[in-house]
Every structure is written in C-alpha cells, then in structure tokens.
C-alpha cells in the first residue's frame, strides 16, 4: 500500500497535487453548505447565508494581500524579500483589527439591513477577520513560492475544522442558530494559519523596502485592491441584495440556486491559484504567456459547458439530493444561473492574466460591469428569476468586451 502512494506522489507533480487539494477543500465546503441547508430549512439557511457570503466578501478583500505576496515573492529575493515579507505582514494585521472592529461596531445594523436574527454573530465573525488577514499573507508566501503542499494544508485544515467544529456543536447542544456557525468560522480561522513560520513577523523591524519597489508594490496592491472589490461586487452582491428585497423564505431559497450554480466559479478559482505565478515567472523570463492563458480557458470552458447541460437536464434531481425539496422551487433557473457564473469564471480569467501583466484595463472593465450587474438587481427585482437575468445580461457583456479586448491588445502586440 505505502508503494503504492509512494508510486502516485512521484507521478504527479506539486501543481497536479494542489488541483486535487482545491477540489477536496471546494468538496468540503459545499458539503458543509449543503448540510446547513438541510439541517436549517430556507428560513434559517439565509441567516447562515449572509455569514457564508461575509466570509467570501472577507476572503476577496483578503486575497488582496495573498495575490500581492505572490508575485512579489516571485520578483524579490534574499534581504529585499523579507523586508517586503515583514512589512506585508504588518500592514495585513493592521488592516484585519480595523476591519474587525467596524464590524463588531456595527452589528447591530448589519442584523437590521440584512434581516438576520442575531447581531451576536457579526461580534463573533469580527473578531477573526484580523487572523483571516494574516493567514492570506501566509498563504500568498506559499502560493509564490510555489510551496503546494504546505498551501494546499492550510486550506484543508481551514475547511476540515470549520466542517467539523460547526456540525458538532449543531449536534452535540441541537442548536440551529447563525451563532454557532459564527463560531465554527472563527475557529476555523485559527487553523487556517498551519502552518505558520511565526519568524517572518518582525514587529520592531526598521528594515525598509526601497522606494521604487515600494513603489511597484503600491501600484499593484492599488490595482488588485480594486478588481478584488468588483469580485465582490459581482460574486455576493445579488445574495446580500435578494436578502435585503425578499422575504427570508425566498432568501434562503435563493441562497441555495447561488450555492449550486457558483460550483463553476470556484473550480476557475483553483486555476487562477495556478495562473498568476506562473505568467509572473514567464514574463520575469522574457516568455510567452498567451499559452497559459488559452490552456486554462479551455479547461475552464469545458467544465462550464459541462456543468450547465447537466443543470438544465436535471435541475430537480441535483436541488432534491443537494438541498431536499424545501427548495425545489429553484429548479427552473438553476442551469440560467449557472451560465451567469460561467461567463464570469472565465472573464476572470482574463482579468487576472492582464493583472499579472501589470495591464489594468481589463481590472476596469470588469468592475464597470460589477457595478452593472448590481444596479440592475436594484432597479429590477420584481422576482427571483429577474434577479438571475440581469445577471446573465450584465456578464455576457463583461465577457464579449473582454474577448474584443484581448484580441485588440493581440493584434498590436
């Protein structure tokens, strides 16, 4: 048996490796969806809705710092590395207590916009955004290096003990409250951070990056700030906003079709994981990149294809085995939801290839769209379904405007 696994690791290599790591951690997590949806029923599911989504907003704002320790843990090296590394890190955690204490300041207007029925779950859910931040960082310094192994351990030890920890508290007290998922994010948070080198934060380090990498840095962190903000936008939007508009029942229901349909989304994600370093590294070269691009939207383009014919062949049996028929009324519009997030998966695509080559328009575009997108739902939100078509409107536009882009930047280069 131990031949065996020996014979498998020495065949695939560290990316191969990760991809796997990805699938099992995005498996954990809809499983752990799913059995919130189940356990809780509509009504209460779109309380535990609005954490999911604070989390995903959370892990967006965060990957800002992942993304910027990523590449320019590819560009520098030696003293100028962990000059940049210390620095990073501070920022991070400064960042963290300054978001976390806005939301536990506010809570009790986050459960009144949202309709949510504890504010005590917003308290909890502040107090871990400084750890979350510190793990980005940690996890940008893994995903530069190229370190897959350690980074794929600190996704699943995020995603295990979240799963874990929350359905045994839901099991062991038979307490259905958003207060213990609050509390099962949290802790997840803690375990998110192995492994952790503890020797790369120098709090009372004066060592200081020079100015015009300071610069670069700057200029990136500013840019990527901003497309991670459209990611927000355009992934969390419609959820916060359907929770704000309709009754918690709809919410709920509405929070299941997002869950089933997003699956393309966070298959892209793992590619994009990929992506970023490696054009960073071919450029860094003198390479081509267009390659890269092109190998990952196919893969991407096969699997969204794939998964929209199988929505729109078997849409009630795949919401009565994910979510039971509580929620069988979302079965007309999963596989339109699903082409929504296709479109986006892989305008993303090219949004982070340009990001990587320090070109931003495209970053632009998209956040022109996200904004679209979400000016749409609030003018038109007469039905859920609505809702899902100003969706696939807003993103076949962002993709056709992206494809006319590459295609001009091609011909010129």
Not at 107 to 129: A, E, H, R
Request: include cysteine; charge should be positive; charged fraction near 10%.
């Amino acid at each position: 048996m131990i031949t065996i696994v020996n014979n498998f690791r020495k065949r695939i290599s560290p990316e191969q490796l990760f991809m796997i790591s990805v699938l099992a951690v995005n498996g954990g997590n809809y499983l752990y969806n799913l059995i919130l949806g189940r356990l809780l029923g509509p009504a209460q599911f779109s309380d535990a809705a609005v954490l999911i989504t604070f989390l995903l907003v959370l892990s967006f704002v965060a990957m800002t710092f992942q993304l910027v320790t990523a590449k320019f843990s590819v560009l520098f090296e030696d003293q100028l590395f962990k000059s940049f590394i210390s620095k990073i890190y501070k920022n991070a955690l400064a960042i963290g207590l300054v978001m976390g204490a806005l939301i536990v300041s506010f809570s009790t207007q986050l459960q009144q916009l949202f309709n949510t029925s504890s504010s005590s779950m917003f308290v909890i859910f502040g107090c871990g955004v400084p750890l979350y931040f510190l793990m980005s960082v940690n996890r940008g310094v893994f995903q530069g290096k190229k370190a897959f192994k350690a980074l794929s351990i600190t996704y699943q030890f995020e995603m295990l003990s979240r799963l874990l920890f929350t359905l045994g508290l839901i099991f062991l007290f038979n307490i259905h409250s958003s207060v213990v998922i609050a509390i099962g994010i949290l802790i997840s948070f803690v375990f998110g951070l192995i492994p952790f080198k503890f020797k790369s934060i120098h709090f009372k380090s004066k060592s200081l990056v020079p100015l015009v990498e300071a610069k670069q840095v700057r200029h990136f962190f500013i840019l990527t700030a901003f497309y991670e903000l459209t990611q927000i936008i355009i992934n969390n939007s419609d959820i916060l906003l359907v929770k704000h508009y309709f009754e918690p029942y709809e919410a709920g229901l509405y929070a299941s079709l997002a869950l089933i349909g997003r699956i393309v989304y966070f298959i892209a994600w793992m590619f994009v994981m990929l992506l970023l370093p490696t054009v960073v590294q071919l450029k860094k070269e003198g390479k081509e990149t267009a390659s890269i691009l092109f190998k990952y939207i196919g893969y991407i383009a096969t699997i969204s294809i794939t998964i929209v014919l199988v929505c729109l062949s078997f849409p009630e049996t795949i919401i009565k085995l994910l979510f039971g028929q509580s929620y069988i009324a979302m079965a007309p519009l999963l596989w339109k939801y699903a082409i929504a997030t296709s479109m986006f998966a892989i305008s993303n695509i090219f949004a982070y290839y340009y990001l990587s080559l320090d070109k931003y328009l495209p970053v632009i575009i998209s956040g022109v769209f996200g904004m679209l997108q979400m000016l749409l739902v609030i003018f038109y939100h007469n039905s859920l379904e609505q809702v899902v078509y100003m969706q696939i409107l807003a993103m076949v536009l962002l993709l056709i405007i992206q494809l006319v882009f590459f295609r001009l930047d091609h011909k010129k280069a």
